[in-house]
């Protein structure tokens, strides 16, 4: 589906909404230290992993080659219970020297916004070295495992699909693609321990419905399963991060904007939107039937137009082919003289 999809009547007004809300959110001024809680978070993080705003799922381009992307350093092992499972990677950093060990089967690691722990299903390449430039590396295991595929390179995993490709993809199959590699978001809160580990959220997919709003893709939650959104996920027109709107009140009114730093997964601005607004899932559902007819509608427009050309490149050929009996049959009357005789004689 193109991303200048026309958004019927029945969604002006929430794409109204959502332009202003995200005009509000570029507007703010920085703040950091803001708290989502645990759900927003991971729906924060997976929609941005959808949106294909990190890295381990899709790799920018520029012109055809692949751009390194900006990826923070991992957390340090010791403060993560997890990341400790992780010791028999080569984790060092980005010395060149260094040769980072390929993804296990198996085997827990962390990615940005969480960890993956992929599973037999999963195409894996082995043939990446870190003295590799990442365009290298990339196009190296891409040729290896073909897109959909996962490789390490300095001690980061990072997936073969090209942004462009991913984004496209249906929201099942980033769905069946995320659960083979075993993703799982991870939400902190600073009220926890170092010693107390969160665990990892349980992608819960039955509350997430993929639209287009105001021209974007954008993925809407429903985390507490009442029928009203909760969470929106879209992107950033200027820079390509992550705008979340979200409610952050409980009372059902998208209130809150919040643009999304997609290396760290942390808030970067947070605001609260002047005009606060409802979604609720079955307005996304009309919306999203409502565009699929608009769609029916233009491919029968585009049918019709190619019938009727057709039909007047026949009418054409027919007018040719009656000209050019006629022209034969004025020729061969034309034949009937006989060039060689007198003109007195065929005056006569």
Not at 139 to 157: C, D, K, L, M
Request: charged share 30%; proline share 5%.
């Amino acid at each position: 589906m193109a991303t200048d999809v026309n958004i019927p009547q029945e969604g002006t007004d929430l794409n109204e909404s959502v332009r202003k809300a995200k005009e509000e959110t570029n507007e703010a001024p920085v703040k950091k230290g803001f708290q989502l809680n645990d759900k927003q978070k991971a729906a924060a993080i997976v929609g941005t992993v959808l949106l294909g705003g990190t890295a381990f799922v899709a790799i920018d381009q520029l012109e055809g080659t692949p751009i390194e992307p900006k990826v923070p350093q991992l957390p340090n092992p010791d403060s993560s219970a997890v990341l400790n499972q992780l010791s028999s990677n080569n984790m060092s950093g980005n010395d060149s020297t260094t040769v980072s060990a390929p993804p296990q089967v198996g085997q827990l690691q962390a990615v940005q916004g969480g960890t993956i722990c992929p599973g037999e299903e999963v195409q894996i390449a082995h043939t990446i070295n870190d003295e590799m430039p990442f365009s290298e590396a990339f196009s190296t295991a891409r040729e290896e495992v073909g897109p959909g595929g996962i490789f390490n390179w300095h001690g980061n995993t990072y997936n073969t699909f090209i942004k462009d490709e991913w984004t496209k993809l249906p929201l099942e199959t980033k769905q069946e693609f995320l659960s083979d590699i075993g993703f799982k978001p991870e939400v902190k809160t600073e009220t926890e321990s170092k010693e107390q580990e969160q665990e990892p959220e349980e992608l819960d997919y039955d509350n997430v419905k993929v639209t287009y709003i105001d021209g974007k893709l954008t993925y809407v939650f429903d985390t507490d399963h009442d029928g009203m959104a909760d969470v929106i996920v879209t992107t950033d027109e200027e820079d390509g991060q992550t705008i979340v709107m979200l409610d952050e009140k409980g009372d059902n009114d998208i209130d809150t904007g919040i643009l999304f730093d997609n290396a760290t997964m942390e808030p970067i601005k947070v605001t609260p939107f002047n005009d606060n607004f409802e979604v609720s899932m079955a307005d996304i559902d009309e919306i999203n039937q409502q565009i699929a007819l608009e769609e029916e509608s233009t491919i029968q427009v585009d049918t019709t137009a190619i019938t009727v050309d057709s039909m007047a490149v026949d009418s054409v050929d027919e007018t040719n082919t009656e000209e050019e009996i006629a022209l034969q049959e004025e020729t061969k009357e034309s034949d009937d003289y006989s060039h060689d005789d007198n003109v007195d004689d065929m005056v006569q």
